[in-house]
């Protein structure tokens, strides 16, 4: 019963599409392959690896086109003009966000990577500002990182130089600097509470990668009427919620608005100043809402690139002996890395780009919308319709980047050894909705990569060929294959 309506409903929908599509005297949407009803392209794409399936429509189709993620189209940009034109030269139009039925239930519209309008602004400008350190008291957050790798360096080296997967040491230090800059203070790597939070963020991120997740998100009724593993992601949210509220009563009772500790600190002064505002964003749900998006943006994504550079480095013994190198010269033994210390160290840095490159961490980045009606290269594109961005599109470019599927610096070194910057590196995006914790993530793979190297040999448990640095897809992100490594100290 519920299947036949779902499928009446489904099919009348697409003839009114397709009827509205004829009759628009806008125009019409960028070309792409045909439809089926209710699917949509749905078996054009390889659901296990969209972004390659989106490359490869691409060469078809080109730089703009539309495909139908069941019911509805989104209109894929690919290559550097395309983007540029549309999330830099467009701005504004391009920076709604896309939609996450899992992600609306869980952040009401709260929060910065799921929010739109006034609320997503607000809250995106505050929270930028306060990374930036403007207001976050004595302690900047280049010393929390720093402090964080000194913890970190410290726990590998209680591995004895036995083989270790080094996955759950990182995620326990990139969850710890956020710990640092929401609750000011960092945890013990056994600590309980800390153990369990991490453990539920670990969990939401595989199921929210599986294939059911994405499922649910482009037919959004199987999260309301079937029983999943999706219930668990919501019971793991409601718990994290409640710690961090938890966390704010302390603040609040121990509130000193002319010394502020934190992200929550800096967050409840703004609620008073702004109390008589009428100010949406700056409520208590908001505060929770955003303190959990930092959280889930920021622990994942450098730590899995942190393991994945670790890999590349394990391959690659001549470009680790280089970066030791200037480790040698620059920082030497015994002083802790520092961000100053980047400017003289061109190679390094190159390196650190280049594992971003490589890996293409988030491959389309998070959908976005238009948040008007549209005209775009003579396409017409409704208000509201997803827009994807292709990154690997910029990160893979065959000309910006000779032979993109190798590891190699040199992708980011002129002739005498310069850094060289490119404007095709946009791993974090670009535009309006560009990632909130750029500079925070480039401080702390730089900090913890050379904070590492700088006190260990990495050794590998295999012989070097048969190490495999292919990136897995899997969800919106890629992965490293699994595997081991000696860190030996200097
Ligand atoms: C290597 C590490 C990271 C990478 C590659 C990365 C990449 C990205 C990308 C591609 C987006 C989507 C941008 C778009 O919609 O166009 C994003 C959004 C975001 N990231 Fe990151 N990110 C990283 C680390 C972090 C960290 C450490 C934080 C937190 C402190 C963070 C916070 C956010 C937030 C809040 C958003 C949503 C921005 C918005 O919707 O306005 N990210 N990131
Ligand atoms: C993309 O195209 C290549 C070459 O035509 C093909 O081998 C590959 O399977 C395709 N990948 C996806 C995910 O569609």
Not at 464 to 478: A, F, N, V
Request: aromatic share 10%; net charge neutral.
């Amino acid at each position: 019963m519920g299947l036949v309506v779902v499928l009446v409903l489904g099919l009348s929908c697409l003839l009114l599409l397709s009827l509205w599509k004829q009759s628009s005297g806008k125009g019409k949407l960028p070309p792409g392959p045909t439809p089926l009803p209710i699917l949509g392209n749905i078996l054009q794409l390889d659901i296990k690896d969209i972004s390659k399936s989106l490359s490869n429509l691409s060469k078809v189709y080109g730089p703009v086109y539309t495909v139908y993620l069941g019911l509805k189209p989104a209109v894929v940009l690919h290559g550097y003009e395309t983007m540029k034109e549309a999330l830099i030269v467009g701005g504004e139009e391009f920076s709604g966000r896309g939609h996450f039925p899992m992600a609306e239930r869980v952040n009401k519209g709260h929060g910065i990577i799921f929010s739109n309008g006034k609320i997503w602004k607000e809250t995106r400008r505050f929270s930028l500002m306060t990374l930036r350190n403007l207001g976050m008291g004595k302690r900047s957050i280049e010393e929390r990182v720093q402090e964080e790798a000194h913890c970190l360096v410290e726990e590998l080296r209680r591995t004895n130089a036995s083989p270790c997967d080094p996955s759950f040491l990182l995620s326990c230090a990139l969850c710890n600097v956020i710990c640092s800059i929401i609750f000011h203070n960092r945890f013990d790597y056994t600590d309980p509470n800390f153990l369990t939070l991490l453990e539920k963020f670990n969990e939401n991120f595989r199921i929210l990668n599986s294939p059911w997740i994405q499922a649910c998100n482009n037919f959004p009724a199987l999260i309301d009427y079937l029983p999943g593993s999706h219930n668990k992601v919501f019971k793991n949210f409601a718990y994290i919620k409640s710690y961090i509220l938890e966390k704010v009563k302390e603040h609040q009772a121990s509130l000193d608005v002319n010394d502020p500790r934190d992200f929550i600190d800096c967050f409840l002064i703004k609620m008073e100043q702004e109390k008589h505002n009428h100010q949406m964003a700056f409520t208590l749900e908001n505060l929770i809402a955003t303190a959990v998006d930092l959280f889930r943006a920021g622990i994942d994504t450098t730590s899995i690139t942190l393991r994945y550079g670790l890999l590349l480095l394990l391959k690659h013994t001549d470009v680790t002996a280089k970066v030791q190198k200037e480790i040698d010269s620059v920082i030497e033994r015994h002083r802790s890395p520092c961000m100053q210390d980047r400017i003289h160290m061109p190679y390094t840095d190159a390196v650190v780009h280049e594992i971003q490159r490589y890996i293409d961490l988030i491959p389309i980045s998070l959908p976005h919308t238009v948040t008007r009606d549209i005209k775009f290269r003579n396409y017409f594109i409704p208000k509201g319709t997803t827009v994807l961005t292709s990154l690997t599109s910029l990160l893979h470019d065959v000309q910006e980047f000779p032979n993109p599927e190798v590891f190699d610096p040199g992708h980011f070194l002129d002739e005498s050894g310069n850094f060289k910057k490119s404007d095709y590196f946009m791993p974090f995006s670009a535009g309006k909705r560009i990632c909130v914790g750029e500079g925070l993530a480039r401080m702390e793979l730089f900090l913890f990569l050379t904070s590492i190297l700088q006190k260990f040999t990495l050794e590998p448990v295999v012989d070097l060929k048969d190490i495999d640095t292919t990136p897995i897809p899997r969800g919106l992100s890629h992965v490293p294959p699994s595997y081991q490594l000696r860190f030996i100290p200097i």
